[in-house]
């Protein structure tokens, strides 16, 4: 089942302007991930805000979660055109034995024009 | 430390045959995922394995199987390849999946994995 999904599905802006991205998801979660994927590659680590935190920043990535809303932006500052990617956000659902598996969305793909 | 490998990068199989993919965890990571990406259903969750057993299992057919080896390395197996097997193929590690804090996966860069 789908848990996380990605607004809007695609966005294009100039270099040097910000992007942001959102997520929705259903149910509760103790934290959050942000993931990049380049074309037809794997999935990098973007970061991982946890449910008592509100903010996260990383170099020129800021993460905000909100979970009254069931809700988090990823703010991109300053984009580069190497920043061009599809962005996924992934929120674990708890299975029988008490691991947890991450549910991905189905991307934004963002593409920065130089 | 080195990355997540996945071998082959590309196969292309015709209908009915089996394939088997790949995945070398990053070293000390105990626990393998694998995914299966493609443009209509995006990131869709085949299986996690860990210390050799799997542990969780998304909602494919049973012609998809997997196992983890003692080194932690895993393969994935997909049997009577059918087209919308089409896809490209992820594994991911991290050190542990228990808990609720939240963990971090490592991917390799895929299989592309065509049948035609």
């Known amino acids: 089942s789908q848990q996380g999904e990605e607004d809007p599905q695609a966005l294009s802006i100039q270099e040097g302007e910000n992007a942001t991205m959102n997520c929705s998801y259903k149910t509760s979660i103790n934290n959050l991930q942000w993931y990049r994927q380049n074309s037809g590659r794997g999935l990098v680590h973007l970061i991982l805000?946890?449910?008592?935190?509100r903010e996260k920043h990383s170099g020129r990535l800021r993460v905000t979660l909100d979970t009254s809303k069931k809700s988090s932006s990823l703010l991109i500052t300053a984009s580069r055109a190497a920043d061009t990617a599809s962005y996924f956000c992934?929120?674990?659902?708890?299975?029988?034995?008490?691991?947890?598996?991450?549910?991905f969305g189905k991307g934004m793909k963002l593409t920065v024009n130089p | 430390k080195a990355g997540v490998t996945q071998t082959p990068r590309y196969l292309i199989k015709t209908r009915g045959q089996q394939v088997t993919l790949s995945c070398s965890p990053i070293?000390?990571?105990?626990?393998v995922s694998w995914y299966q990406q493609t443009p209509g259903q995006g990131l869709q969750f085949l299986f996690e394995?860990?210390?050799?057993?799997?542990?969780n299992k998304g909602n494919f057919p049973g012609r998809f199987s997997g196992r983890q080896f003692s080194n932690s390395r895993s393969e994935m197996n997909v049997s009577t390849l059918e087209l919308g097997d089409s896809a490209l193929y992820l594994c991911?590690?991290?050190?542990?999946?228990?808990?609720?804090?939240?963990?971090?996966?490592?991917f390799g860069p895929g299989t592309r994995l065509t049948v035609t």
């Open positions: 805000i946890r449910s008592n935190e």
């Open positions: 070293s000390g990571h105990r626990s």
């Open positions: 991911a590690s991290s050190q542990t999946t228990r808990g609720r804090g939240g963990y971090e996966q490592y």
């Open positions: 394995y860990f210390s050799e057993t799997q542990r």
């Open positions: 992934a929120t674990p659902l708890l299975t029988q034995g008490g691991s947890e598996k991450l549910v």
